[in-house]
């Protein structure tokens, strides 16, 4: 409600609040009653570490999580979006080691996705710089491996590592996935819309065209 406020219900015994490092989220509020292992899942109950508590309530950072950009060792293909998303919510699956890609968004240019780094273990991924519509990440890893980054995929997202051009799937069903090589890289994820890059091509087009008449 603009300019207002609301407050969310949700049944704590279904709720699936162990997915939530796994999208990217490390911190969370409650009131100043709340416990610090509530029984908040059906599974994996969440491990809270509290950074501050007072009258006013409490904020707790989620153990383990990994943030909003993380790299795992290997690549699952899945047939449709659907299967993704089962895929995801599975509590077998092990979001730090593995992402879902849907098989036809995956190039049969790029064989063995699925066996990319296989066994190694996962590097490490960090944001240097944020923009509006610009992230940059450095990464370390031991082995080839894939960068899973917690924002919403678009065909407008754009990325280079190291300055070279590179693919940015969907994974994880909604979020952005890249293969990443061995070593110490620089990722940077632009995104400029479609629909943006056809209007400077019509606009060019215009004035070429404007510029022929003049001659």
Excluded at 156 to 171: E, K, L, R, S
């Amino acid at each position: 409600v603009p300019g207002g406020a609301y407050r969310a219900c949700f049944r704590t015994d279904t709720a699936r609040f162990d997915l939530l490092p796994g999208l990217g989220v490390t911190t969370t509020v409650g009131p100043p009653a709340m416990a610090r292992t509530p029984p908040w899942s059906r599974t994996q109950p969440l491990r809270l570490e509290t950074a501050y508590s007072a009258s006013d309530g409490q904020v707790f950072t989620i153990a383990g999580a990994p943030g909003e950009a993380w790299i795992v060792e290997r690549a699952v293909l899945v047939d449709t979006p659907a299967d993704a998303l089962r895929k995801l919510v599975d509590p077998a699956f092990d979001f730090q080691r593995e992402v879902v890609l849907v098989r036809t968004d995956v190039p049969s240019a790029e064989p063995a996705v699925e066996r990319v780094g296989a066994g190694a273990a996962p590097g490490e991924a960090r944001i240097t710089n944020r923009a509006n519509n610009r992230v940059v990440i450095d990464t370390q890893s031991a082995a080839a491996g894939w960068l899973v980054v917690a924002g919403t995929w678009d065909p407008g997202w754009n990325t280079t590592i190291d300055g070279v051009p590179a693919t940015t799937f969907a994974g994880n069903y909604a979020f952005r996935a890249v293969r990443l090589p061995a070593g110490r890289h620089r990722v940077v994820m632009r995104y400029r819309p479609v629909r943006f890059r056809a209007g400077l091509a019509i606009s060019a087009a215009t004035l070429l065209i404007g510029c022929a008449l003049l001659i």
